[in-house]
């Protein structure tokens, strides 16, 4: 475990120099109101280019400010786009790099982890993922000292999911970020009345969702099944989609963001 992950998607998804991406990383959390009761225990983001997706995303990740001493471990869950695989895919990689430097993987909680049965080692499902390497620029902007375990997720059930969250739970110091998008490719009313209800799942704590609502169903429903268990309370910080952002409104791609604070 001695590899740097390198990254896949810059000059994609976010852009490539550091300078610029520094720059829009702080312009998109400027945007974002920070107001919340509580610290998040949890995070829902998406994935999409930060043209797209950026403002959604950031929206949560602002809920962050003040917290970079506290947090030091950020479990990352997002779902499989190119490689298929079985249950949970953990990297061989001890760090991931993005053009604001490189974030050290936990390889204790990774040795944990890799304890239950479906949970296993995968370069390749991480090698040209984005929906956990967009999250990462934000993190870098807002934490200190951190460092990830990043989980892919492939073909599990809520209840394996929740499974790997529930052990590498922690406490404060630990913050969990869940990565999916909402409804693909529908026009622009038929995707909000769709998202609205994937919506309302989730802030009833109801791990029901499939993957036409979102494509990162699976680790979605996994943190459902805990933050019900552990009384966690979710509220919606974000519902909008490519329409509203940087497409056209024909086929649109859904996105959220949701924060999960503990009750006490």
Request: glycine share 8%; net charge neutral.
């Amino acid at each position: 475990m001695d590899a740097l992950r390198p990254a896949a998607v810059a000059g994609m998804f976010y852009p490539g120099s550091p300078a610029s991406l520094a720059g829009d990383v702080r312009r998109l959390l400027a945007k974002a109101s920070c107001t919340g009761a509580r610290p998040p225990k949890a995070l829902v983001v998406p994935h999409a280019g930060y043209v797209y997706s950026g403002g959604v995303a950031a929206a949560a990740y602002a809920r962050l400010a003040g917290q970079a001493q506290a947090i030091r471990r950020v479990v990352l869950l997002g779902p499989a786009h190119r490689v298929a695989v079985r249950g949970l895919a953990v990297p061989d990689a001890a760090a991931f790099a993005t053009p604001l430097g490189a974030v050290e993987v936990d390889r204790d909680a990774i040795r944990a982890v890799l304890a239950l049965p479906q949970v296993r080692i995968s370069a390749a499902a991480h090698a040209a993922e984005h929906s956990l390497e967009v999250q990462l620029p934000f993190l870098q902007a807002l934490l200190d000292d951190f460092r990830i375990v990043p989980l892919v997720v492939g073909a599990a059930s809520a209840d394996e999911v929740a499974a790997a969250i529930d052990l590498l739970w922690g406490g404060p110091e630990t913050l969990v970020v869940i990565s999916t998008d909402l409804s693909h490719y529908h026009a622009y009313d038929t995707a909000r009345a769709i998202d609205r209800g994937s919506a309302e799942r989730i802030l009833a704590l109801d791990p029901v969702l499939d993957h036409e609502q979102a494509c990162g169903a699976t680790p979605l429903n996994g943190l459902l099944v805990c933050a019900r268990r552990r009384g966690l309370v979710p509220e919606l910080l974000d519902l909008r989609n490519s329409g509203d952002t940087a497409g056209d409104r024909a086929r649109v791609v859904g996105y959220a963001s949701f924060a999960f604070a503990e009750a006490h």
